[in-house]
């Protein structure tokens, strides 16, 4: 079946610095993306959205891509906090399909004090 | 303002057995989703109940079963217990059918 994955399995950063976490979506009719943040022993917490007729979106300290043409999907987090330690999923949605969403595998983000 | 509340938090069942796992959304919210989460992967869809009614069900054997009563709160039920039950199981809620979805801390189930 068809399914989002992810390209890195886990990413170091510096406190400070800026983090970029990519995704690729196989679903061509996807229309709704959402990022997730999960911290140990937590559910998935909402950090942001973007529907597949916009190409960005940005939220406090968040920004989110999409580029349909390559079926990618991208998160930045600027001056990553220790806080931002947690393993992120994108998430993809049809539509007319209801909150069916189909996840990746995760990324896992270690910040270095 | 309650976010959405999962009951238990821990459960250890044995093989074979039955398991009911509760979840209340956030007031206001009419939609349900049922995930379950294997460690180290993300979540796997198992059913979506709007106002009521299942509008979607994923990948899993009859052995799982849910429903959503009048107050919107959801059941879900697994019945004869498998080892690869193991996992937490997530509750999401969300206002619509397609609107963004919250989702509570889990119940993680140890099938032993």
């Known amino acids: 079946g068809e399914s989002v994955g992810l390209h890195l399995p886990t990413l170091s950063v510096q406190e400070g610095d800026n983090s970029i976490i990519n995704c690729a979506y196989s679903?061509?009719?996807?229309?709704?993306f959402i990022w997730y943040k999960q911290e140990s022993g937590k559910g998935p917490q909402f950090i942001i959205d973007i529907r597949s007729n916009m190409d960005k979106r940005q939220g406090q300290r968040v920004t989110v891509l999409l580029n349909k043409t390559v079926k990618h999907l991208s998160l930045q987090i600027a001056a990553t906090q220790p806080g931002d330690s947690a393993v992120y999923f994108c998430a993809e949605n049809v539509g007319t399909a209801g909150n069916k969403l189909t996840f990746g595998g995760g990324t896992r983000v270690l910040v270095k004090p | 303002d309650a976010g959405v509340t999962q009951s238990p938090t821990h459960l250890i069942k044995t093989r074979g057995q039955q398991v009911t796992l509760r979840c209340s959304p956030i007031?206001?919210?009419?939609?349900v989703s049922w995930y379950q989460q294997v460690l180290g992967q993300g979540p796997q869809f198992i059913f979506q109940?709007?106002?009521?009614?299942?509008?979607g069900r994923g990948n899993f054997p009859d052995r799982f079963s849910a429903r959503q009563f009048p107050n919107y709160s959801s059941e879900l039920n697994v019945n004869a217990l498998l080892l690869g039950d193991s996992a937490l199981y997530l509750c999401?809620?969300?206002?619509?059918?397609?609107?963004?979805?919250?989702f509570g801390q889990g119940t993680r189930l140890t099938v032993v």
């Open positions: 679903n061509s009719a996807s229309d709704y």
């Open positions: 109940y709007y106002e009521k009614e299942e509008r």
């Open positions: 007031s206001g919210h009419k939609s």
């Open positions: 999401a809620s969300s206002f619509g059918l397609n609107t963004e979805a919250f």
